[in-house]
């Protein structure tokens, strides 16, 4: 197949001026070297588009894939990470991962919860902080999590996001609502194991890949999966592979896993994050459908080689998994004729 490939290059917002922090969740190079290379090795021909705005130029020019495989992760707004599946869709042009209405809610932790929530799965209280005055009427038990409601890679959570009393609480929400301008999240915190599960697939095809146990090193910011512990977590973490089949509280998180997955409607592969509350049973913290995709440093990929599955075959099992969106949409017969897509040779 011709796969376009859109992504967002950190270096490249790093040279426009953009801080570390506020990149954090875009990807380095290597990343798009070993996705380029493991969908070459499976006999595609790759198309290197970029951003959303290369996509929109491309688009202009009457250029076209029979599949695009989608990590954009958007730099503005509230549902930044929708904006290149939605220009796909306009031109019906089929591609990897969830689509937009799935993107903004799952970005969204608080609409995920209440999503999870309406469906029957454990997920922890939650209370959201909009201006302070939202703080009047709280009524969660201490400790809580405070953190910014739609930011990954662990932005704007460190050591102060645990909070033992209002006080604090007040101040930390006065500090993220200034430096993200966007609401905080603020959720009970659980005390137990932590959880990283893999799904691969949609639907009813949809299954669960594994799990990895989260454990925090000496040296890491305790009790939160931070920005500084994600950032630099070779050094400060460890994760180990668990097996349901040895371990009710994973065979527990598993199923919840799998039960949000579909639920909230993820598609060809992703990642959930899952912490036990004080009765040991896991409550669900986090969906990401457009997981990371780096071969050594994202979770996904650690797990893959933690059960000795090859970068290149988790590639594939994406690409395989939109493949039957693509029949479904009739579309074979372009993928069945190359030479129907257009493509820019300057590209």
């Known amino acids: 197949m011709l796969i376009g490939f859109t ?71 509230a549902a930044r990470e929708s904006q290149v599946p939605a220009l796909l869709d306009v031109y019906e042009i089929t591609y990897t991962f969830a689509d937009p209405a799935v993107l903004a809610v799952c970005l969204d932790k608080a609409l995920t919860k209440t999503v999870v929530r309406g469906a029957g799965l454990p997920t922890p209280d939650w209370h959201v902080v909009r201006v302070l005055d ?63 599960v893999g799904i691969l697939g949609t639907d009813h095809d949809a299954a669960v890949l594994g799990t990895l146990e989260v454990l925090f090193g000496p040296n890491a910011e305790p009790d939160v999966y931070s920005y500084r512990n994600k950032e630099h977590s070779e050094a400060l973490m460890s994760y180990r592979l668990v097996r349901a089949a040895d371990d009710r509280q994973v065979a527990q998180a598993e199923a919840i896993a799998l039960a949000a997955w579909r639920t909230v409607g ?47 075959e988790l590639i594939e099992r994406i690409v395989e998994s939109a493949r039957i969106r693509i029949a479904d949409c009739g579309l074979q017969s372009i993928s069945s004729n190359p030479q129907s897509a257009i493509r820019n040779p300057q590209s």
Not at 12 to 41: N, R
Not at 286 to 307: I, K, Q
Request: charged residues 25%; contains cysteine.
């Open 7 to 77: 992504y967002d290059l950190r270096s490249d917002y790093l040279a426009e001026g953009y801080g570390e922090e506020e990149t954090a969740e875009f990807d380095q190079l290597g990343t798009i070297e070993a996705i380029e290379g493991a969908l070459q090795s499976l006999g595609h021909e790759v198309d290197r588009i970029g951003h959303a705005r290369s996509l929109v130029e491309r688009l202009a020019r009457g250029d076209r894939w029979e599949l695009v495989f989608n990590i954009c992760e958007g730099l503005r707004g």
């Open 266 to 312: 993820g598609r060809d592969g992703g990642r959930l994050d899952l912490r036990c509350g004080p009765d040991g049973r896991p409550q669900l913290m986090e969906v990401n459908p457009l997981a990371g995709l780096h071969p050594t440093h994202s979770d996904l990929p650690m797990l893959c080689t933690a059960l000795g599955m090859e970068y290149v």
């Open 134 to 196: 939202d703080l009047t009427n709280f009524e969660l038990p201490f400790p809580v999590i405070a953190k910014p409601i739609a930011e990954g890679t662990g932005k704007g959570i460190d050591a102060a996001s645990k909070v033992v009393d209002i006080a604090s609480l007040r101040n930390t929400c006065r500090q993220l609502l200034a430096t993200y301008n966007e609401p905080v999240l603020i959720e009970q915190f659980l005390p137990g194991r932590e959880f990283t």
